[in-house]
């Protein structure tokens, strides 16, 4: 499942089901933004900026360790444990250039951001609430100081700008990753 749709049950009080869903959506997404920010710190940059990308790739890959945790405690309550996220989701191509991972990057952390901002009241856990609380200010500090750096060392790609931050709660983000490129066609 390469999409990074938010659980349909958002909005209302979580299931353990649905609390794995959406650990399952955070990991997936932390996961991602740590190869991402790994792929964009490869590009030529001022050595600030690519400390600052680095930094966010171990601090996403703390996040991702810390939902790990949380979903080891939730299905420990359940009978029958669904599946953990795999590995290949932080798996990157090497097409992807470091301002597309920059810019993909981003956008994620905007999606992930307004995710964790809507499911945290839902939670009852209070450790897990607080957690996702955090996580959700965190991506928003995060995500302001990373577009002015990338605006001031010129790192997003020139033909399409990363959209300003959504200050409000939006109705239902969406974050589909791109398509894997066809294998050409052998010629005869």
Not at 157 to 163: M, R, T, W, Y
């Amino acid at each position: 499942m390469r999409n990074f749709d938010l659980p349909e049950t958002l909005g209302r009080n979580l299931t353990d089901e649905d609390l794995v869903m959406f650990l399952d959506f955070g990991i997936r997404i932390e996961r991602r933004l740590e190869a991402l920010w790994r792929r964009a710190a490869r590009g030529t940059m001022a050595e600030e900026a690519r400390e600052r990308l680095e930094f966010e790739s171990y601090e996403d890959r703390e996040h991702a360790r810390i939902l790990r945790r949380h979903r080891a405690d939730v299905t420990a309550r359940m009978d029958s444990v669904p599946r953990a996220p795999g590995a290949r989701i932080a798996k990157i191509g090497r097409t992807l250039s470091p301002r597309a991972a920059l810019r993909e990057a981003l956008e994620l952390k905007e999606c992930s951001r307004v995710a964790y901002e809507r499911t945290a009241a839902t939670i009852e856990d209070r450790y897990l609430s607080k957690f996702v609380e955090v996580l959700a200010d965190c991506e928003t500090r995060s995500y302001a100081e990373l577009l002015e750096l990338a605006e001031e060392h010129d790192l997003l790609p020139k033909d399409a700008p990363v959209p300003a931050p959504v200050l409000d709660r939006a109705p239902r983000p969406r974050y589909r990753a791109p398509l894997p490129m066809a294998a050409p066609l052998a010629v005869a």
